[in-house]
């Protein structure tokens, strides 16, 4: 899986759109609109970050199942966030379901009235 398949894929979610607040190479992927805009994906050029799961504990299967390919991402680590390598070494089915669920974890925290029109929870 290459970035610019993962950022098409990011794209096709409902209400998905890329921000670059930090003048990076590769966008963040957030959904809603304005001020209740969300990340759920950090693209980067051989990583993707993503919400692995509601608490740490949930994100740390990733960390057991892929050693070295899943990383505790800095910073929003404790919060249940990974970066899952790029390299092939996680299938990109994972890495795509990965995106499906830190997708549907972000957008369950919004309120019901930011969530996208065609979000099916």
Sequence with gaps: ????????????????????????????????????AKIFAFLGADSVGVKAGHSREVADEWLHRHPGAATVMAYIGRSGWNSLSLDGAIPDEDLLDAVDESYRLVVEKLPRKHRPAGWEG
């Design 1 to 36: 899986m290459d970035v610019a398949a993962l950022q098409d894929y990011c794209l096709a979610k409902p209400g998905a759109w890329p921000d670059n607040p930090w003048d990076h190479d590769h966008p963040v992927i957030k959904v809603a609109a304005g001020a209740h």
